[in-house]
């Protein structure tokens, strides 16, 4: 039986108070947009959830996948609709039943002027159901479930019910600037600002020619497949080699990384800040590598006054590990690439720097003139989902 519509939850948007028509409003603009082209009827806010009305040839395979892709949505449920009849209600339920062992009905009566109470749908329908089929009713374990949402102007009608991604709609929190490496981990933290709101822009750092432009592209296609969260994006290709080059020349080796990593961080802050993004947002994780002490995480930071975001910090390896699998970063995460950052650097680097005698190598270089340069030199590539 092909639905006419699809019944779309949000759980967490409901309970924000007066925030509640933007969140609503931007979840419909969200679902409008991923859902482009694919020739819906149309998607509106209707007493709570959000209805996508679908025509006859409206892609719902595709559709259905774009919904279970869209943060803020907690559950979606390809749907069938009667009038408020108890007698039109079982007709349409019956459409949708596929032969199964048992039923049971779950009413959610949002129109609290229909003559009947939840109870009384429920077992008017049940029984219409059961004198037309002899399936019996199942309280405990039963085959199927027959969904009736009875809303002002009628009934939905659904027995599948499938999980969203949940979270908040992409745009809600703002925008943030994520620090996107070739890694397994930078990907993953862009999922999780996404699913709480964020509108994310990417920067990534390059070393070419000393990188290939092989591992550029990987990071293109990485972002691509976090744009299918949400949408159009961009990314910044920002060359950090020079930098490099005066970093290995005029510093002491033992911080090296530290220093690639503050310069980092300045030239994200001085895009984010052209770009209204509101953070930054890494993929770091306590104690994975040298860089990632305590420490070094804080003289790496103390340069810029911008939140940073690192949804990742505490995360098993392999937890990130399952959540990149999840969302379809892992594959291309682990195809080979060069990392900028492991360019010239020393077999012992300091995992314990402090702030004092970082800033004491940094002086030997010229900051303002290396971050200049490497910002004029910065190119911004479009990003689509379907890269
Ligand atoms: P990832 O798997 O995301 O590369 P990682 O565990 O390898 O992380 P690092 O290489 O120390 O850790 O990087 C820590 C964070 O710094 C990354 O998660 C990412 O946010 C940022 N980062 C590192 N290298 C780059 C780069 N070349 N371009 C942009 N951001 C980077
Ligand atoms: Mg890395």
Redesign the pocket.
């Given at each position: 039986m092909k639905p006419e519509y699809f019944v779309v939850h949000y759980n967490e948007i409901a309970i924000k108070g007066k925030n509640r028509p933007l969140f609503e409003r931007t979840l419909i603009d969200n679902i409008i947009q991923s859902i482009k082209g694919l020739k819906a009827n149309g998607v509106k806010r209707r007493y709570g959830r959000v209805i996508v009305n679908l025509k006859e040839d409206s892609q719902i395979e595709k559709i259905q996948e774009k919904l279970g892709k869209i943060p803020g949505i907690s559950s979606y449920s390809p749907a069938l609709k009667s009038t408020h009849e108890t007698k039109d209600m079982a007709e349409k339920a019956l459409k949708l039943l596929n032969e199964p062992k048992s039923f049971y009905i779950k009413v959610k009566r949002s129109f609290k002027k229909h003559p009947l109470k939840s109870m009384d749908i429920a077992r008017e329908v049940g029984t219409e159901i059961f004198n037309k089929t002899k399936l019996p009713a199942d309280f405990v374990d039963p085959d199927i479930t027959v969904f009736l949402e009875v809303v002002e102007n009628g009934t939905y009608i659904y027995t599948e019910k499938f999980k969203g991604i949940g979270g908040l709609p992409v745009s809600v929190s703002g925008k943030v600037m994520?620090?996107?490496?070739?890694?397994?981990?930078?990907p993953v933290?862009s999922f999780l600002t996404l699913k709480r709101g964020c509108k994310n822009m990417y920067?990534?750092?390059?070393s070419e020619p000393y990188t290939k432009e092989s591992s550029r592209k990987k990071v293109e296609k990485l972002a691509s497949l976090i744009a299918e969260y949400q949408g159009q994006t961009k990314i910044f290709m920002v060359p950090l080699i020079d930098i490099q080059k005066e970093i290995m020349l005029k510093t002491d080796k033992k911080y090296r990384i530290i220093l690639y990593r503050r310069f980092?961080f300045r030239l994200a802050e001085k895009l984010a800040r052209r770009n209204k993004a509101k953070a930054l947002v890494?993929?770091?994780?306590l104690g994975?590598?040298a860089?990632?002490t305590i420490e070094n995480i804080h003289t790496i930071q103390a340069t810029v006054n911008i939140p940073i975001i690192q949804p990742l910090i505490t995360y098993d390896k392999q937890e990130i590990i399952d959540l990149a699998e999840k969302i379809g970063t892992f594959e291309t995460s682990i195809e080979p690439h060069d990392?900028?950052?492991s360019l010239f650097l020393p077999k012992h680097p300091s995992t314990k720097s402090d702030l004092k005698t970082v800033e004491f190598e940094e002086s030997k270089l010229d900051v303002e003139a290396l971050i200049k340069d490497a910002l004029k030199r910065t190119e911004k590539v479009t990003i689509n989902q379907d890269l």
């Open positions: 994520v620090l996107l490496s070739g890694g397994i981990d930078s933290a920067i990534h750092f390059h980092m890494t993929g770091e994780n994975q590598v860089s990632q990392d900028c950052c």
